[in-house]
């Protein structure tokens, strides 16, 4: 699991100030990110090698609103890894009291940017994937 901490900045709110919905995706992308970039894989250099990794699947759970000028951790973890993809998960809690405030899930599958088809996951990415 990874963890990333974010403050709420008021363009990541509604004019009530409370986290517009669609900012939680955008937290999710920054957990994915860097839990990938702990296992040391690099989305620049999979781009270069003709390889993107677009969401296919996207779910969020809100319970609870993050509101202007909040601390939140995003949890990420990879909870499944198929020949194709990797399906990561993601709990959303308020800094200051540990409070849940949203969970949800993205799946990722790999593709070849040239052909713009699905492919297996690449051994050596799988293999950085599994030991991680």
């Known amino acids: 699991m990874h963890k990333i901490e974010h403050r709420v900045i008021y363009g990541d709110t509604d004019a009530g100030q409370v986290v517009y919905y669609a900012n939680y995706f955008r937290w999710f992308e920054s957990g994915r990110r860097e839990i990938m970039r702990t296992l040391k894989i690099d989305y620049l250099e999979l781009e270069k090698s003709s390889i993107i990794t677009p969401v296919v699947e996207a779910h969020c759970n809100y319970f609870h609103p993050a ?59 799988r293999k950085k994937i599994k030991t991680g």
């Open 67 to 125: 509101r202007y000028d909040d601390v939140v951790v995003v949890e990420t973890r990879i909870s499944e890894v198929r020949e194709k993809s990797i399906k990561f998960d993601y709990n959303v809690f308020r800094k200051k009291d540990r409070k849940l405030l949203a969970a949800g899930h993205t799946v990722n599958v790999f593709v070849d940017k040239k052909k713009m088809k699905s492919m297996k996951i690449p051994d050596n990415l």
